[in-house]
C-alpha cells in the first residue's frame, strides 16, 4: 500500500512539474525569439552605424557602452520580455553571463568544430520561465570593433575602446565567428 501511494504521489509531481513545450508552443517561442533577436540586432545595428558615420569608433564607442543596454531596455519593454547579448569574452564585466548561457554558448562552439548547424534552442526553467538563446555571429561591419589588431581593427580603436572598456578581450573575430548569444527570457 505504501509502495503504491510512493508511486502514485511520485508521478503526481512528475506531471505537475512538467517543464516540456509541446511542439507548437517551441515553434512559437522560436519564432518569437527570432522576431525579437532580429529587431534587436537590427536597432543597435542601426543606430551604431549611424554613430560610425557621425563620429567614427570615437563616437560609436562610447555610444554603445552609454546606449546598447538602453535601447535592449526599450525593446524588452515593447516584446515584454527580457532581452540580453551574452559572450564568453566580454568588453564589459557588467554584462556576465549566467552560467546557462555559458553552456549554450560552449555548445554551439562545439557545433561549428564539428561544422553541424547552429539552430535557435528554447527551453523552461525549473520556475517556468520559457528561454530562447540564438547564435550571433560576427558580422563584417562589426570587425572595426571586434576584429583582429593591424588587419581590421586599428590600433586608435583598439585605444578608444582600451579607454572606455580597460578589461576588453572582446576582439580578435573574423567574420562569420560565433560572437556570443541572444538570450531572451520571456515574461509570459
Known sequence: MIKKVFILFSLIILVACDNSFSEK????????????????????????????????????????????T???????????????????????????????????????????????????????????????????KIKANCLVCHGKLNETLSVQTDSIIKSIYPFDIATGYSEGDLRGVWSITFNK
Open 70 to 136: 538602453v535601447i535592449l531596455g526599450e525593446l524588452s519593454n515593447k516584446y515584454d520580455a527580457t532581452i540580453k547579448r551574452s559572450s564568453d569574452l566580454l568588453r564589459s564585466c557588467k554584462i556576465e553571463p549566467t552560467e546557462r548561457e555559458l553552456e549554450i554558448i560552449y555548445r554551439y562552439q562545439k557545433l561549428i568544430s564539428e561544422e553541424k548547424e547552429l539552430e535557435p534552442i528554447v527551453e523552461i526553467d525549473l520556475d517556468n520561465k520559457k528561454h530562447f538563446y540564438a547564435p550571433i
Open 25 to 68: 508552443e517551441q515553434q512559437k517561442y522560436i519564432s518569437k525569439g527570432k522576431e525579437i533577436a532580429e529587431a534587436s540586432f537590427n536597432e543597435l545595428s542601426s543606430q551604431l552605424m549611424s554613430q560610425m558615420k557621425e563620429g567614427g569608433p570615437a563616437q560609436a564607442v562610447p555610444f554603445c557602452k552609454e546606449n546598447a
